[in-house]
């Protein structure tokens, strides 16, 4: 017997839960596309953008998920042939390495581990033997999705300078904007990205990237540049043009209310609310591992990141997880991706999350694991609201 019914909860990495205030902002008619309420959209959207990425550069919005803002982001500053150098701490940045492969860039992946951060010391080497600067970006996500790795992206930077090296640094914030502080101007970041249906909240369909002058200067010279992606013609005065055809316009009700709830709720506490959360899912997590069947991948607990958490799962097939919590308690759960494939299911908390949410998912499990038999340390939930209640007090502090 089932208790599934009831609302659904989607614990997976994306797409995220959407709140009902976003739906409900699109929930309304299509508009003639040049009425000034769809140009005031386009407007306080990219500039709000702006504050979300903390940076003074140019936003752009394109309708596209994030692989779509991965090739904006490529095409407008590389040329056939440049060389990038692809951080790698998991699947995402060698994901995007990949679509930079396809498009004629030459790609060196410097290898890293699936369960800890990028070292910034095998960075400042790599460049340094980079005498020419043939390397022309340096790709880097902020948190790679599949192994719940946060990497520090202003010690890289600091890295970067250290070999004194003129590679565009290039950020991936897909899973991390809006869930962990990200500080683009004050970090050296040249050119940002991200997408919408994950701590932003949204459906899928909107992709966003940030760009600086150094950015642009190289956008000046860079051939892959396609029309749809082309930061130049974006520039233009035209409204039309911003948005290169037909603005998505209903997804663009729909970010508009949820930054509205960030900026509303503060994006400092939001960033505090994800990390309360993921501290509570580690508490959990850490207490089930006695039990030697689970394990956080990611050690250092520094190096975790706000967004989602993959658990590693030994002896037994995380899908049984999954499929119980799923079907018997109507939480869905994030599989195992990549070399983490089979051997993990990841729990996310990231986006319209609160307490009563991560708390509902991580019970979900413990109940699958008692169920299912699997052995694991008690407690792990009473670790989470433990976790919680010595963090958040009443008066607010
Ligand atoms: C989800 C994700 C992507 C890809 O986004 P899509 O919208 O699925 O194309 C890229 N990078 C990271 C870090 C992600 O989490």
Redesign the pocket.
């Known amino acids: 017997m089932s208790v599934a019914n009831g609302r659904a909860l989607l614990a997976t ?2 797409p995220t839960n959407i709140p009902d205030r976003v739906l409900q902002a699109m929930m309304r008619p299509a508009e003639e596309l040049h009425t000034p309420t769809i140009i005031d959209l386009t407007t306080t959207l990219l500039a709000d953008l702006q504050k979300l990425f903390r940076t003074s550069g140019q936003t752009y919005l394109y309708a596209c ?4 803002a ?1 090739e904006a982001a490529l095409t407008n500053v590389l040329s056939r042939g440049d060389k990038v150098l692809v951080l790698a701490s998991g699947r ?1 940045a060698v ?1 995007w390495g990949e679509m930079a492969s396809f498009i004629g860039v030459d790609v060196e992946v410097l290898a890293g581990s699936w369960s800890a951060a990028v070292d910034p010391a095998a960075v400042e080497s790599r460049l340094r033997q980079d005498r020419d600067h043939k390397i022309k970006a340096v790709l880097m ?1 902020q ?3 599949a192994s719940g790795v946060a990497n520090d992206v202003l010690a890289v930077r600091r890295a970067i300078d250290a070999a004194q090296h003129s590679a565009l640094y290039m950020i ?1 914030g ?2 991390s904007l809006a869930c962990m502080p990200f500080e683009m101007d004050a970090w050296g970041v040249d050119v940002a990205m991200s ?1 919408s ?2 701590g932003l909240m949204t459906s ?1 369909g909107l992709g966003f990237v940030a760009a600086n002058d150094k950015a642009h200067k190289a956008h000046e010279t860079a051939n892959l540049r396609t029309r749809y992606w082309d930061w130049t013609s974006r520039r233009s005065p035209l409204h039309y043009m911003k948005h290169c055809g037909t603005p998505p316009e209903h997804l663009m009700f729909g970010l508009r209310a949820s930054l509205d709830m960030i900026f509303e709720e503060g994006l400092e506490a939001v960033w505090k609310r994800h990390s309360l959360l993921a501290g509570a899912t580690h508490a959990a997590v850490s207490r089930w591992a006695e039990g030697q069947c689970l394990a956080l991948n990611v050690d250092e607990p520094a190096q975790r990141a706000s967004s989602v958490t993959p658990v590693l799962t030994k002896g037994f097939e995380p899908g049984k997880v999954s499929e119980f919590t799923r079907t018997m308690c109507g939480v869905t759960l994030g599989g195992g991706l990549g070399d983490l494939s089979g051997k993990a299911f990841r729990i996310a908390h990231m986006g319209h999350v609160n307490a009563p949410m991560v708390l509902g998912s991580l019970a979900a499990v413990e109940m699958a694991l008692q169920a299912l038999d699997i052995p694991h340390g008690s407690g792990g939930t009473a670790a989470a609201i433990a976790h919680l209640s010595a963090a958040v007090s009443p008066a607010g502090g």
């Open positions: 990495p994306g998920n994030g692989h779509g991965w995402f994901g996500v948190v790679d999705t991936d897909v899973a997408a249906q994950k899928p």
